[in-house]
């Protein structure tokens, strides 16, 4: 499973990129006019530190104007993935760009059939938005299990499932346990994943009878340095 991390948080696409855990980034407009940086650039710098896709998306609704701001963004580095809205036009958007070699991120998708159009549009990736399924009292991960079980039906349709609008760790153990390809996953929650307290008690008990043996592993520096 890929994880992504869902924020345009310079700071922390950083410090998250350095454990060697992150496969990609997606940004969407909200995110972004957090930063208070311009759009353009924060991909470009997004782009240098993750190999992997990185979702920027386009403004526009009507498909001419998605076009023309999907093939500007894409320009900007060959691993942008071109995010746009399920909707006609941003399907119609998808199919042009896909065909043109581009990775498209097919956002704010809620239903199966919505799933079902992305992928024949020739979507990268599909994103349903399972946390605001959940608070609107629907079933975001029933969501996953339906698109994941539709896809492998046709084994042509080529669209990762990127489960998307994670709220927390049951979210990413569950898409992984359906067997979804990603999960974008906010700062906070990707690191929430490294931990249990069992882990802190344990390694603070071994080390306590570590410390009883006198001994390191990296021997006496100040010895060898006298050698
Ligand atoms: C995905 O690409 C979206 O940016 C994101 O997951 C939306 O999540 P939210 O519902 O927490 O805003």
């Known amino acids: 499973m890929k994880f992504f991390v869902d924020?345009?948080?310079?700071?922390?696409?950083?410090?998250?990129?350095?454990?060697?855990?992150?496969?990609?980034?997606?940004?969407?407009p909200s995110l972004v006019a957090k930063t208070g940086r311009p759009f353009l650039d924060v991909i470009a710098e997004?782009?240098?530190?993750?190999?992997g896709p990185v979702s920027a998306e386009v403004a526009a609704t009507d498909h001419e104007t998605m076009l023309a701001e999907g093939r500007k963004l894409a320009k900007i580095a060959g691993n942008v993935a071109v995010k746009v809205p399920l909707t006609r036009d941003g399907l119609k958007t998808c199919r042009v760009l896909a065909d043109e070699?581009?990775?498209?991120?097919?956002?704010?998708?809620?239903?199966?059939?919505?799933?079902?159009?992305?992928?024949?549009?020739?979507?990268?990736?599909?994103?349903?938005?399972?946390?605001?399924?959940?608070?609107?009292?629907?079933?975001?991960?029933?969501?996953?299990?339906?698109?994941?079980?539709?896809?492998?039906?046709?084994?042509?349709?080529e669209t990762e499932v990127l489960?998307?609008?994670?709220?927390?760790?049951?979210?990413?153990?569950?898409?992984?346990?359906?067997?979804?390809?990603?999960?974008?996953?906010?700062p906070a929650v990707l690191r929430q994943l490294f931990l249990h307290p069992l882990t802190d008690k344990g390694l603070a008990a071994f080390l306590a009878d570590w410390q009883k043996t006198g001994q390191s592993i990296l021997g006496d520096k100040s010895a060898e340095a006298a050698e």
């Open 7 to 28: 924020t345009a948080d310079m700071a922390e696409i950083r410090d998250l990129a350095e454990t060697g855990l992150l496969d990609g980034v997606t940004t969407n």
């Open 101 to 157: 070699g581009t990775m498209v991120n097919v956002t704010l998708c809620f239903s199966a059939a919505q799933a079902i159009l992305a992928a024949k549009a020739g979507a990268a990736f599909i994103s349903p938005f399972v946390g605001r399924l959940d608070d609107i009292g629907e079933s975001g991960m029933g969501l996953i299990a339906d698109i994941c079980e539709i896809y492998r039906n046709y084994p042509h349709f």
């Open 163 to 186: 489960v998307a609008s994670v709220r927390g760790p049951q979210h990413v153990v569950e898409a992984a346990r359906l067997g979804a390809d990603v999960a974008t996953v906010p």
């Open 46 to 51: 997004i782009c240098e530190i993750v190999p």
